[in-house]
């Protein structure tokens, strides 16, 4: 097929066999095994010029293909022996970012200390190709379009508070006596009940929201303030958790969980840099369910 493509594109048998390292003896041998393989010609040859048949034609493009194709193979496997490098750009939501990603990227700089990491931290959507990112984490429905979605672990809320709120205004037992109680809100979120299940047993409960904010960090510092009752992702107050500066409340039941996508687009020549690093994401955050090498975001 190398052969029979070089000798069409370089026009004659000779400057073909210049091009691929043959002599024209071999070149005119390969193509003529082909055309027996094949049981057609594909080329009509005189001693001055060389023509396509038509099934020539037709088999040059699949030929054409065919070799770029492998190619595109041979590659992708050199490119996955060569060490990671370069720069990669990433972009995830602020809270997720600051209190998961980055104390989780030490783990991803021992594996390729080459990759130099730009990372972008916002809450709004961003279009990866306009804006030059390589891949997003993104919470919420799977978007639509034509990117590959690997799924995560969800993202789930706990409602906690202060020790010093709960000595002042009580310890609810119960979602349902959260009526009464002080809230502090996220603003994107200020208006929505809260909704907890158990078993077959749905409630919704509307706190008293005194303060409304849109950082989630600064509703986390006013829930330590013990301003009042707060429900926010458990990644962000795991640490608050675990060292008894906030209590979580109701641990037996469930509240809404929101996915978590790992969005980025399938290109051909995947770089090592790139392939390390979903590799890195869905190690450190990856749901037991998620697939190994992802689904279109429009599936």
């Known amino acids: 097929m190398q052969a029979f493509v070089a000798t069409v594109q370089a026009g004659s048998m000779s400057a073909a066999a210049a091009a691929i390292g043959l002599s024209p003896a071999m070149v005119g041998q390969h193509i003529a095994a082909l055309e027996e393989h094949l049981g057609t010609r594909l080329l009509n040859r005189t001693t001055r010029r060389q023509s396509l048949t038509d099934f020539g034609s037709d088999y040059f493009e699949q030929c054409r293909d065919i070799l770029d194709r492998i190619a595109l193979a041979e590659e992708a496997a050199e490119l996955q022996r060569t060490a990671a490098q370069g720069r990669l750009r ?11 990603l ?14 130099e990491l730009d990372i972008g931290l916002t809450d709004r959507n961003v ?21 590959i979605a690997r799924s995560l672990m969800p993202y789930r809320m706990v409602v906690c508070a202060a020790p ?3 000595s002042r205004k009580g310890t609810p037992s ?14 994107p979120s200020a208006r929505s009940a809260w909704r907890f299940t158990q078993g077959e047993e749905d409630v919704q409960v ?8 849109n950082s ?22 795991k640490r608050d958790l675990e060292a008894g500066c906030l209590i979580r409340l109701f641990p037996d039941w469930r509240l809404d969980e929101r996915p978590m996508w790992l969005l980025y687009y399938r290109d051909r020549r995947m770089t090592p840099r790139l392939r ?18 992802g689904t279109p975001a429009s599936a």
């Open 206 to 213: 509307s706190p008293i929201r005194m303060i409304n904010v």
């Open 174 to 187: 119960h979602p349902g006596e959260l009526d009464g109680h002080e809230a502090v809100a996220f603003t």
């Open 164 to 166: 010093d709120y709960l």
């Open 216 to 237: 989630g960090q600064a509703v986390r510092a006013a829930a330590r303030a013990g301003l009042g009752i707060i429900m926010q992702p458990e990644i962000l107050v």
């Open 127 to 147: 279009d990866l190709v306009d804006e030059g990112f390589d891949i997003a984490f993104r919470i919420g429905a799977m978007p639509d379009g034509s990117m």
């Open 102 to 115: 980055m104390p989780a990227l030490a783990g991803y700089r021992a594996l390729a200390p080459e990759v």
């Open 276 to 293: 390390s690093f979903i590799s890195f994401a869905v190690a450190a955050f990856g749901s037991s369910g998620s697939e190994d090498e």
């Open 90 to 100: 990433i972009t995830a939501p602020t809270t997720f970012g600051t209190e998961a």
